[in-house]
C-alpha cells in the first residue's frame, strides 16, 4: 500500500534534548512537508522540500531543522532552541502536479518535559 | 494564498444531509478549492476539489458558485464517523498551504 508513515506515534523527551521525527513516503511524491499542530489549533508550516537535497523555511521554522537526502525520507529534528516543542506534529507529501492535494501521515505527538 | 473565512462550528444530526460553507472572496482564476478533514488525533485526510464546476467522489459533493467565490461541502448522510474538522482551503501551485481553524462538525446521534 502506497502511504505517508511517521514514527513514533508518540515521543518523550527531557528539556535541552535534541529529538529527530521520521517521515517516509512511498508515492513517489516530490514535494514533502511538515506541520505542527497545537490544541484547538489549525495546522502550521515549519518546513516543505519541493525536490531533494534542497527545502524552504515555513511559517514557523525557528528551532528545528530538516534534511532531503532521499526523495522519499524528510526527517525533522526538533533542537533544544524550540521554546515549546511540546506539539502533534504532521508530515505531509504532494506530486508537484495539479490539483496539488496532500497527503498525510498519521503524525507524531511529541512531549517535552 | 488566498484566505478562506469558515464558521467555526456546525451541529447536524446522524443520518441528514451536512452543508459546510466556505467563503473566498479573493480567489483567483487559477486557485483550486480543495476540502480536507481531520478526525481526533489523526492527520488530515483529503476530501475533495474543484475549480469552476460541481464534483462529485464517494465522501461528499462540492458545489462552487458561479462566481467561484464561496462553495459548500456536501456530506450527504452524516455518520458519526464524519465528527471531525474541516477545512477549505485555495490551491494555485505546490507550494506552502495554509490551514485555517476549519469547522469542527458535530454529528448529533
Redesign the interface.
Known sequence: DGGITQSPKYLFRKEGQNVTLSCEQNLNH??M?W?RQDP??????IY?S?IVNDF?K??IAEGYSVSREKKESFPLTVTSAQKNPTA?Y?C?S??????????????T?LTVT | DAKTTQPNSMESNEEEPVHLPCNHSTISGTDYIHWYRQLPSQGPEYVIHGLTSNVNNRMASLAIAEDRKSSTLILHRATLRDAAVYYCILRDRDDKIIFGKGTRLHILP
Not at chain 1, 484547538?40 to 508550516?45: D, I, M
Not at chain 1, 506530486?95 to 501521515?105: L, M
Open positions: 516530490d514535494a512537508y506541520y484547538g489549533q489549525g495546522l502550521r508550516l516543505y519541493q524552504q515555513g511559517d502533534f504532521l505531509a504532494s506530486s508537484g502536479q495539479v490539483p496539488y492535494e496532500q497527503y498525510f501521515g498519521p503524525g505527538r
